[in-house]
């Protein structure tokens, strides 16, 4: 069974200082993680992703994670806080095999962030 | 390319009433989900289709929900008779078949369902 526990259901920032989401994972075998943006009426955007590869990953609009084995995380960081990243974040795991259930998303229940001009 | 399209993008019904929404993926990508993101939570999934396929419905309440994918491209999800929990964002996504974005969904813009 895999799942994600996003550690705060709501954080505020002030513009230009730095963004933390956190995000820890269960997973029974190496997963692959994501962060997926949602803005007010739209749909679901990828962020980033890790899948096995470099431990930090660089994503769009200067976010980037860091998946930590050992520590079963992977929080999603920005040096600098824009209004336009208001919006709600989700971390997502996902088991890559093939068959039945095969690349299926497990979501967190997001964490909404607000920026303070 | 186009994106996965949806509709209706909003639909407000009374309880026991039918109700349908409708999925068009990216052109090419075998695999389609059906999720539910009821307010305050992130989305859950319904059902994966692969091609016209059926991969998993362990988590669709069969006894009101079903859903389609004729000729393997287009899908419809179905609601009847529906209860007031199912007020929620309906989302579907697509998966294409391979290359170095396998693991990503493209995600539709809802239909956002209230049932009163």
């Known amino acids: 069974a895999q799942s994600v526990t996003q550690l705060d259901s709501h954080v505020s920032v002030s513009e230009g200082t730095p963004v933390l989401l956190r995000c820890n994972y269960s997973s029974s075998y190496s997963p692959s993680l994501f962060w997926y943006v949602q803005h007010p009426n739209k749909g679901l955007q990828l962020l980033l992703k890790?899948?096995?590869?470099?431990?930090l990953v660089k994503g769009i609009n200067g976010f980037e994670a860091e998946f930590k084995k050992s520590e079963t995380s992977f929080h999603l960081t920005k040096p600098s806080a824009h209004m336009s990243d208001a919006a709600e974040y989700f971390c997502v795991v996902s088991l890559s095999y093939s068959g039945a259930g095969s690349y299926q998303l497990t979501f967190g229940k997001g964490t909404k962030l607000s920026v303070i001009p | 390319e186009a994106g996965v399209a949806q509709s209706p993008r909003y639909k407000i019904i009374e309880k026991r009433q039918s109700v349908a929404f409708w999925c068009n993926p990216i052109?090419?990508?075998?695999?389609l989900y059906w999720y539910q993101q009821i307010l305050g939570q992130g989305p859950k999934l319904l059902i994966q289709?692969?091609?016209?396929?059926?991969?998993?419905d362990s988590q669709l309440p069969k006894d009101r929900f079903s859903a389609e994918r004729l000729k393997g491209v287009d899908s419809t999800l179905k609601i009847q008779p529906a209860k007031l929990e199912d007020s929620a964002v309906y989302l579907c996504a697509s998966r294409g078949r391979g290359g170095p974005n396998i693991y990503e969904q493209y995600f539709g813009p809802g239909t956002r369902l209230t049932v009163t």
């Open positions: 289709f692969q091609n016209n396929g059926v991969v998993d």
């Open positions: 052109s090419g990508h075998a695999t």
């Open positions: 890790y899948t096995s590869a470099a431990t």
